[in-house]
């Protein structure tokens, strides 16, 4: 693909953004669609709307020499990459109504020979899908390769770390997978524009499945460092030591526990294998299960804490899904907080969060919540909860922990 042909990406969020900026960087003419007036405003601005590593100073780049714009309505491209949510509906199938909006903006531009990727994670046969919604729209168009009005759909799943997004982004592996071999191809020559890693070309439907067992490989992994925290702390085991001498085995490397599961990946994905085959899932529908419990497990351990106080001061440390980002998105801390404020009777809750200026609306409605620094939310509080080891927290001074009951759900303070 030439460098100067136009790329669309829809959806200007935690993947689409940095995917933007960074082919924009790579010679691309880039075009960022979003719904969000807030995003797209930024864009244009040089800024970046949450924070990630070096985004911001790819993105003012990019727009200061030209080669990336944001807007609203959706125009032609020589390329689309569609980057939009795909959350799980109640019987855990995914809810496609971002994917099919997306489609329904991008059909009416297009003229025949577009090459059209989702980047989304999706379940086996959504690609597919977005297709037949495209093609609803247009049945003048074809997915059959060699005519005029053929159009190039594949799956390309984003395989990074929030926080190393900017690196990974070019330095993965990348899997490319072909509705048909010719979308492939195509869709291999846009990533290799800019990608150092290998690419894997494959069919669009292994491609999807491929992302959702990563992320439920790590799953049921963090399960059973979970389940291990909890059956420790009932025959009274300092979990993190168990998991270091275990570790010392050659062929051991248990993870780390926590408060849970979060953000857009590894709290949704497993689901979609388990929508796809209910019935053979078990493993995998059992981890999710072991994980999306184990926020329960930490809020009867600080509530049986508070039961000790009239008037009980919480100090959470951390409600992003993971350290040094503000995503919040699935997020088991932000989960346990909100139970906390609703379930702990006469409770103050001080949250500490380095990353945001601002709380959720789930929690900024409520009179007993409020953010704090991390020095004074310590300092006013009778129970320290830790549920994020954002580096801050690393670094405290453990001083200022004297006299207080801490409930440390990452390890850091042992």
Not at 15 to 32: K, Q
Not at 79 to 106: G, M, S
Not at 149 to 160: F, G, I, K, Q, S
Not at 192 to 218: H, Q, W
């Amino acid at each position: 693909m030439d460098h100067t042909q136009t790329v669309c990406v829809v959806g200007l969020g935690y993947i689409g953004l940095p995917t933007a900026a960074i082919l924009a960087s790579h010679g691309h003419d880039v075009i960022g669609v979003d719904v969000n007036p807030r995003h797209v405003d930024e864009v244009n601005e040089g800024r970046v709307p949450f924070i990630e590593p070096d985004l911001e100073t790819v993105v003012a780049g990019a727009v200061a020499r030209g080669r990336l714009h944001a807007q609203a309505h959706m125009p032609w491209a020589d390329a689309y990459i569609v980057a939009v949510p795909t959350p799980f509906a109640d019987t855990y199938d995914v809810d496609p109504r971002h994917i099919k909006a997306a489609a329904e903006a991008i059909a009416p531009q297009l003229r025949g020979g577009e090459l059209i990727i989702l980047e989304s994670t999706s379940p086996p046969g959504l690609t597919e899908q977005m297709g037949q919604y495209i093609l609803d729209a247009r049945p003048d168009l074809t997915l059959e390769p060699g005519e005029h009005n053929t159009l190039y759909l594949a799956h390309c799943p984003e395989r990074v770390l929030p926080g190393r997004v900017m690196i990974e982004i070019v330095d993965n592996d990348r899997i490319i997978g072909g509705v048909t071999d010719e979308a492939a191809i195509k869709a291999r020559d846009l990533y290799a524009t800019f990608c150092k890693g290998e690419l894997l070309i494959t069919d669009a439907r292994t491609a999807e499945m491929a992302k959702l067992v990563e992320n439920s490989y790590r799953d049921v992994n963090i399960a059973f460092a979970n389940e291990l925290s909890i059956i420790s702390d009932r025959l009274g085991i300092d979990v993190w030591e168990l998991i270091e001498l275990a570790n010392h085995h050659p062929r051991v490397n248990i993870l780390q526990p926590g408060p849970g599961v979060g953000g857009h990946c590894i709290a949704v994905d497993p689901w979609f294998i388990v929508a796809a085959a209910p019935e053979e899932a078990k493993l995998v529908r059992l981890a999710r299960e072991v994980n999306d419990a184990k926020p329960d497990f930490v809020l009867e351990k600080v509530m049986s804490k508070a039961a000790k106080f009239r008037e009980p001061v919480i100090a959470a440390l951390g409600i992003a899904f993971k350290a040094d980002i503000d995503d919040l998105r699935e997020s088991p801390s932000k989960a346990i907080v909100e139970r906390l404020a609703g379930e702990v009777e006469h409770a103050k809750l001080l949250i500490a969060e380095p990353n945001v200026d601002a709380l959720p609306s789930s929690l900024a409605d409520r009179p007993n919540v409020e953010l704090a620094s991390v020095e004074d939310a310590i300092e006013r509080a009778d129970i320290v909860l830790v549920l994020v080891d954002h580096h801050e927290f690393k670094t405290l001074d453990r001083e200022l922990l004297a006299e207080k009951i801490v409930v440390d759900t990452k390890g850091l303070w042992r």
